[in-house]
């Protein structure tokens, strides 16, 4: 029945309630519905074991004393039935000044005479007219003795035993001649077995009870435990990211899974702060030249002797720019998303690579003033998409050209040649490895782990041409190869005389890309994918982000 709602909300249901309907409350009653199960079967095995089989050798006595019976009938007659019968009911199975048996009892009823010259019950057992195999019954038996006959003139008793009713035919005429009634007093193995039957029905209400209370204890501590990752929840929903899942100290599954929650938290709120921070960095980026491209609109419809020729053209770049960012962001979101699939990937030699896109950065180098030299080494074919690989050479070239200059470095006359240099090397332990690497200003190393995120750059005024999706785009590139990607030092730079020379920057190193690419699979790729070879300079999404 669900729980009925009130002005104020729903009403939430009672701890009580909550507590049956937990998860570890239910599984502790299907434990011991099982155990109490398995204890029933161990019971009923232990009774047939040891009960039942001292009550199964009863009725095998019975049996077998009916046998020699049947025999002494048939070879001596009634009369030898008899008379063994009374001997055995009235000297060898009987107690002194007890006028019953502490054992057998017999009732022997002649058929003609319809006499019971042996009896040691009141009756036959109306049950063993009918059945013709052995039964239980109660009867009751006179504890009178030489000393308490006057005391207690009628002392009796309930006793058990197990009996079968015997006919026994005139083998000549087919005829009933006696009928003999033999038990064997089994009360002390029903009294065991009564015995272990409390004991059995004692304990499995004491661990029904044990049961229900553990449940009940063990889902509070689980729904207090939950209600506590419920409300840091509720609270993170409600946008307070601060909120965390409180650790007991335990240190079981429960502080394991607050753990990798209040992880997955600290990563959820880095995500939102960085997109807040990407937000402000695409409104500065795009308001710049939205800004300029409204002035030059403005220019154009205000001023009909305008330039309109060299309005349109200026109008035209700083569209293109824009798409150009947008395309970065678009083409890293496919990547991460997966929509290369891997299905499409080839064996790629690395050093191919780098030679295609040498032939169109070679010049662009030369022009810029840089020294683009190789250092390649035959390495291991890697498993990846020979365009994508191109795009993310070219993006490290475009970051190289941009900011692997020192700010005096664009003097022509500057002691300090700027230079690249592009490598490419087997990796030990199986793959290749590829790095490229200046010998401009470098990246402080607390910021190095930072600019592979989108639209970060490192230059406050960010003046630099570019979007800051460069490195962005690489990263993203060598994941879906399942490479690794490391940002450390570069070429180094050697010391100068900065007051002599009037030239900033002394001694120390540039920036260094290094990408390990893993083992390639022995499986060929059915496609292959035609290589794309970027334009250098180009402020596609090659562009750094430092």
Known sequence: MMDEDTPSGPRQPSMLRRLTRTTSFRFALITVSLFMVSVMLLGAFSYRATIGAAI???????????????????????????????????????????????????????????QLPVRDLEEVPSEALTSDGAIEFEYRRDRRNLENTFLEPESFETRYAIGRLERFYDPQTGELEALIFLARDISDLVSIRMA????????ALGTLVLALLLAFFSSRSFLVRIDRVNRTAEAVRAGDLSRRVPLSGAQD??????????????????????????????????????????????????????????????????????????????????????????????????????????????????????????????????LGSRELLSQALANLLDNAFKYGVLPDQENKDSRITPRIEIKVAPRPGGGALLSVADNGPGVPASDRARILNRFVRLEQS????????????????????????????????????????????????GLGVRIAFPVAPKTRATSATKAARPSPGSDSPGIQSS
Request: without cysteine.
């Open 56 to 114: 199964t050798g009863v009725e095998d006595q019975i049996d077998e004393e009916f046998e020699n019976l049947q025999k002494i009938y048939q070879l001596v007659g009634l009369a030898s039935l008899r008379g063994t019968v009374k001997a055995r009911a009235s000297s060898e199975n009987r107690l002194l000044f007890n006028p019953y048996s502490s054992d057998s009892l017999y009732i022997l009823i002649d058929s003609k005479t319809k």
């Open 196 to 203: 272990a039957r409390d004991v059995i029905l004692t304990m």
């Open 253 to 382: 599954e429960f502080d394991s899974l607050a753990q990798n929650l209040n992880a997955m938290l600290d990563q959820i709120e880095r995500l939102m702060d960085g997109m807040r921070q990407v937000s402000d960095n695409i409104a500065h980026d795009l308001r710049s030249p939205l800004t300029r491209i409204r002035n030059r609109l403005d220019t154009a419809i205000t001023k009909p002797d305008a330039d309109t020729q060299d309005i349109l053209h200026k109008t035209a770049g700083d569209v293109d720019r824009l798409l150009a960012t947008f395309n970065a962001l678009l083409s890293i979101t496919r990547i991460e998303a997966g929509e290369q699939t891997k299905k499409r990937m080839q064996r790629v030699d690395l050093i191919s690579v780098v030679n295609e896109v040498l032939e169109l950065y070679e010049p662009a180098a030369e022009e810029a003033g840089f020294d683009l030299v190789t250092d390649l080494t035959p390495a291991p074919e890697v």
């Open 462 to 509: 960010r003046s630099t041409q570019g979007s800051g999706l460069g490195l962005s785009m690489v990263s993203a590139i060598i994941s879906f190869h399942d490479g690794n990607l490391t940002i450390g030092d570069g070429l180094a730079r050697p010391a100068i005389d900065a007051e002599a020379d009037g030239i900033a920057g002394g001694a120390g190193a």
